[in-house]
C-alpha cells in the first residue's frame, strides 16, 4: 500500500524579486503605476528607517 497522496493539480510559479535603495522611492511607484505591475511592494525596515524596497512578482507558469 503506498503513503504518497497524487496531487490534483500541481502549479509552478516564476518569482522575479527586484531590491531598490530607499531613494528611489518615487521611480518604484511610477513603475509600478506605468506597468500595472501585479504582486508586492516590500518596505524592509530597521532601526526605524526604510533600508530597502522589495518589488516582487510572480506568474503562474502554463504548461506547454
Not at 503513503?3 to 493539480?9: E, M, N
Amino acid at each position: 500500500m503506498s503513503t504518497f497522496a497524487t496531487p490534483v493539480q500541481e502549479n509552478n510559479h516564476a518569482v522575479r524579486e527586484r531590491i531598490y535603495s530607499p531613494a528611489e522611492f518615487e521611480r518604484v511607484l511610477l513603475m509600478v503605476h506605468e506597468s500595472r505591475l501585479t504582486g508586492q511592494v516590500i518596505l524592509d525596515c530597521a532601526q526605524g528607517g526604510v533600508c530597502n524596497i522589495r518589488v516582487r512578482e510572480e506568474q503562474k507558469l502554463t504548461p506547454p
